[in-house]
Structure formats: structure tokens, C-alpha cells
């Protein structure tokens, strides 16, 4: 695990030049990412994760569109996104400040099986995008804090401890342990698209040969798609690009390699897509 000093990465003079962003991983907690970051500038573009996103404001503001909505997480509330949910984010105002987490589908479903005392049929749901539970922010604080530190005054013991204790609090509190993790994709075509666009994401393809798979007109297939995903078919088609480079570079391939393999049309692409939608480099990403 990666060393990080809080007052180091985020002391005043960084913070007054713009955004400032550190990346970890934990990958005992079945590869749990973890970011910290003050965003002054940084837009993210909509796109989605294989995981949770659980997000801490500890200042400022962060407006971002989740399930067909604009919300506003201020300092002091918790921003929740489900996997494969389409979301973006941005500072409002001045900036924001955060502390997120990226559990994953398995280690969720873990903790709320242990929270509820039964086997559930899928991982839990959370229906409030935001919630405002300073006891939990503050847990969430503590926890961030401890997981970004690999010495001593830290054992894996009290990193796991508040871990497991957060994310039992977070789920006994506010997921519904029996919807529905993931939205079911209705049209069979479109689900013939999206087969064929993770089959083929290193290659080009073009909205006539979409839309003839879908059986539909390329306006009405645009219009479906977007209903169907939440995205365009091109953002999409990023997105999973974006997905499929995420899991090359955590086994450690160069960024190089990863760009070619995943149809960007070279590095500084997939570096400009990455950062848009992660907050951090590829590099860094890789690094971590």
C-alpha cells in the first residue's frame, strides 16, 4: 500500500495552485480504492464503476447528475453511487473537498450479509443519493485517514476494524438490503449492442452497423440507447473503454499498451478520457 501524509498532500500552498488529488489502493479489501482529493477546477464527464462510490464532503460543495437528477452533497453530507449507475460530478461554488471509497460489489455484499443475518439475493441499494449523517462522516474520516497510512501507528487490524464498522453502520442505516442491485436492461436489442460493443471496444465502429443490430432507425436507436444506458452510444463506448483500461492497468500494464488495446487512438487519449472520469492519471491509477 502507498504511503500518504495528509499534510503533506494537502497543505495550503497546493491547495491555492488548484486541484490536488492522491490514489490508493487496499488490496485486501478485495482491491478497495480509495481517493482524496480538493477539486477547485475538475469536472468528471458521466460515466460509471464496476463498484460503490461512497463519498464524504468535508468542505465546500460538489453538485453532480445521478439517476436523472441534480444533486448538491455539501460539506458535511455523504454521496452515494451504486454500481453501473451513470453520474458525473463538479465543484459548485468555490470547490470541494472529499474523502471516497470505492468498495466493490463482493465486499458489500459481504458486510450486508453480515448485517442482516441471512443470504440476500444482491448486493445492497442505496435509493438516497445523498444522506446527511455527520456520525457516519466522521467515521468515514477517521477510516480514511487510517487506511491511507502503512506504518505503525496504524495496524491492519484498526484499518479493518473501522472499515468493516463504517461500512455495517452505512449499510444498517441506509441501503435497502432487498431491490434490486442493478437496472435490467429491457430491449433485446440494445443488450445485442451493448454484447457487441464489449466484444469489439479496440475497434471502430460506426452508427449505422448500432443501430442495424438493434433493428432500429439510428434517431430512434440514439433515443432508445440513452434511455436503456443513460448515455449516448459514443460515451458509452467510451465508458466501457475507460472500464476495460481500469481493470489492464491494476494488473499492471503499461498505459501505452492499455491504450492501444482498448481503442484509444494513443496515450494522451487515454490519459484525457481516464483523468475525466477518475480524477487521476493512468499513471497514477497503475501506480497505486
Known sequence: MTMMTPQVSLDAESISEGDVTHFWRVPRHHGLDCLRATFRRHSYARHTHETY??????????????????????????????????????????????????????????????????????????????????????????????????????????????????????IARWADLDAPLQRQFGAKGIARVRDYIEAHLGEETDLAKLAGLADLSRSHFIRAFRKETGLAPHAYLLDRRFRAASRLLERGEAPIEVAAACGFFDQSHLNRIFKARMGVTPGVFRAA
Open 53 to 170: 462510490a461512497v463519498a464524504g464532503i468535508l468542505d465546500g460543495c460538489e453538485t453532480f447528475f445521478h439517476r436523472g437528477e441534480q444533486h448538491y452533497a455539501g460539506a458535511g453530507s455523504i454521496a452515494i453511487v451504486c454500481p453501473e449507475e451513470v453520474h458525473d460530478g463538479e465543484p459548485h461554488g468555490g470547490g470541494f473537498e472529499y474523502r471516497t471509497l470505492y468498495p466493490s460489489v463482493a465486499l458489500m455484499r459481504e458486510i450486508a450479509e453480515d448485517v442482516a443475518g441471512r443470504p440476500l439475493s444482491s448486493a445492497p441499494w442505496f435509493p438516497h443519493s445523498v444522506v446527511s449523517d455527520p456520525e457516519l462522516l466522521s467515521a468515514l474520516t477517521r477510516l480514511h485517514t487510517s487506511l491511507c497510512h502503512d506504518d505503525i501507528r496504524t495496524s491492519e487490524l484498526e484499518q479493518d476494524t473501522r472499515l468493516v464498522d463504517f461500512l455495517a453502520r452505512l
